[in-house]
């Protein structure tokens, strides 16, 4: 395979692209701007792809880009298509069986479907396919191009990919155990990681959590393989790509740290309090798409609007990490300035009795501008959609529960305080009840032997179908740390002498925000592993890394750490606006998303070596806004992969069926 002369390892010079960028590129120029050649370099071209690599194409690129690069129309591979033989066509498929047998049905024979084909597979192809493509005589004339793109990953975020492994909890973690399933499973999840590595040119040293027994009488699981299999199968498709693909790296340019859910069942079920997080998780959203309703002007029915909440929106874009209280503030304020600034406003304002607007008001006079159509819009979506979130969290009393969930797993608060919670928030809903139940399962697993788990049931008025989530928060771990008599999976570290455990150690750097001092575990592990603090034992190395790789000891990373240990300028106190609940405590993480858009233009240009965080059994937003917070103080770019991005309430329908394997997940609602 060939690759485009732009330069996309990290450890070389030349501009640095984002992992998101370099996606983009290289599916629109490398593959679909490559085929402008010759009798081809003027005419538009037919696009066709499968269920997989459409969605690959999606999250990196927009329809116009497409467009842009001389394609006419897209079609679906597996779908009756029209003869247009006056067109060249591009195919953009996996290299299955199934794809080949109808590439070949469209370009055989005296009539094909289109002029010429150019191929890109999205990873690397069997001898045997191309031998099958070989022997039809017919179709070799019309094959332009036959090429591996190796690029079968999810491009979610400028930091963050999945391989699309929806079922991977359920396959690999599952009551029962199915180990042919399971190395399946693990199998195209290494091939389309390894995809990652061949896209980006990058070459990594690959790092992994150890499997965990009991003792030396335990027999090891399935489960606690996952991460040694999965480097394993990652390794063995690196080894094949040194070979094969042209100027590929043959020593270490990055770092890959192999995880699975076991080593933090708090992150996807507690109450993350960032804008980008609330969103997901209380607005019944679809994927990155809200349903935005706009009050009529003439009183009439209110019109709806479907909006994308990405990374092309300016405002998503600085509001997403912020806590929900700072990104509420930020809104009245940005409405505010607009108003200041317009001399309609102004006139409209000094009508009132010069008394502090609410935000409602506030967006009612600005819906009165249509020459600022543009911009009313944005702000009219967004402060509407904090007003909504604010609203669900007074409703549903998420205040209260999130400082529970806080201080159970910092350790100050016990099961009493969990007790008096449920016999007294009569308005706490169902959901909420469930996630502190499958907190408390973490830190307090006996509490659910026998019948304690019942009156917990009982006392929190859940179903035993919500239980089933509950219990089944003890597959997903090794009880490192626990009693040899407490149940096998919760993954437990904690001081045995005290009668509150606590989960997490309070960090020097404290959190701006109350209710948001909780931290992924990933943030730990990624400092060390950037520090050269990662044990070896517990996270062992496929490679030795060969004397010339710097890795976490690079000038970049070493300045990094010492700038970041130097004092941070704190972040001043917000206004009177800000609800107590949520007022900062005094203190900063030298972390806003103002100040990563503020250096990211400079800061990448003088980035460190890559650091690479994959996690089977999904990934969470929590440790998705971790990854950007590190890559701003560590100058490292650190990317986030997983089979998944999961919201709390898909996490707790993926923990469902485990041992519900006659259900899918489309039976279950959250």
Known sequence: MSYSDSDSSSSQAGEYKTFRQLTRERLLYEMLRSTKTGSSKSTWKVLIMDKLTVKIMSYACKMADITDEGVSLVEDIFRRRQPLPSLDAIYFIQPTKENVIMFLSDMSGKSPLYKKAFVFFSSPVSKELVGHIKKDSSVLPRIAALREMNLEFFAIDSQGFITDHERALEDLFGDEETSRKGDACLNVMASRIATVFASLREFPTVRYRAAKSLDASTMTTLRDLIPTKLAAGIWNCLAKHKQSIENFPQTETCELLILDRSIDQIAPIIHEWTYDAMCHDLLNMEGNKYVHVIPSNSGGQPETKDVLLEEHDPIWLELRHAHIADASERLSDRMTNFLSKNKAAQLQHGKRDGGELSTRDLQKMV????????????????????????????????????????????????????????????????????????????????????????????????????????????????????????????????????????????????????????????????????????????????????????????????????????????????????????????????????????????????????????????????????????????????????????????????????????????????
């Open 367 to 670: 819906q009165a501008l249509p020459q600022y159509s543009e911009q009313i819009d944005k702000l009219s979506l967004h402060v509407e959609i904090a007003r909504k979130i604010n609203d669900l969290i007074r409703e549903q009393g998420l205040r209260e529960l999130g400082q529970l969930e806080q201080d159970l797993v910092f350790g100050d608060a016990g099961m009493k305080d969990v007790i008096k919670y449920l016999s007294t928030q009569e308005e706490a809903s169902r959901e909420g009840k469930l996630r502190l139940l499958m907190i408390i399962a973490t830190i307090y697993p006996e509490k659910f032997e026998g019948e304690k788990g019942q009156n917990l049931m009982k006392l929190a008025k859940l179903s035993s179908d919500d239980m089933s989530a509950v219990n089944n928060m003890r597959l997903l771990g090794s009880a490192v740390g626990a009693k040899k008599n407490t149940p096998r999976g919760f993954t437990l570290k904690f001081d045995l002498h005290k009668k509150k455990r606590a989960v997490r150690k309070e960090r020097q750097e404290e959190a701006a925000w109350q209710l948001s001092r909780f931290y992924p575990m990933i943030e730990e592990l990624i400092e060390k592993l950037s520090k050269g603090e990662l044990p070896k034992e517990d996270y062992p190395c496929m490679n030795d890394p060969s004397p010339s790789f710097h890795g976490s000891t690079s000038h970049s990373s070493s300045a990094a750490t010492a700038s970041s240990s130097q004092g941070q300028a704190a972040q001043s106190m917000r206004s009177r606006r800000t609800p107590t609940w949520a007022k900062p405590r005094g203190s900063d993480d030298g972390y806003s998303s103002d100040s990563v858009l503020r250096h990211s233009s400079s800061d990448f240009k003088k980035m460190g070596q890559r650091i690479f965080v994959f996690i089977v059994g999904g990934a969470t937003r929590s440790e998705l806004k971790v990854c950007h917070k590190l890559t701003t103080k560590l100058k490292r770019e650190v990317i986030l992969g997983s089979t998944s991005l999961d919201d709390p309430p898909q996490f707790i329908t993926k923990l469902k069926l485990l041992t519900a394997n006659e259900l899918s997940i489309d039976d279950l609602q959250i």
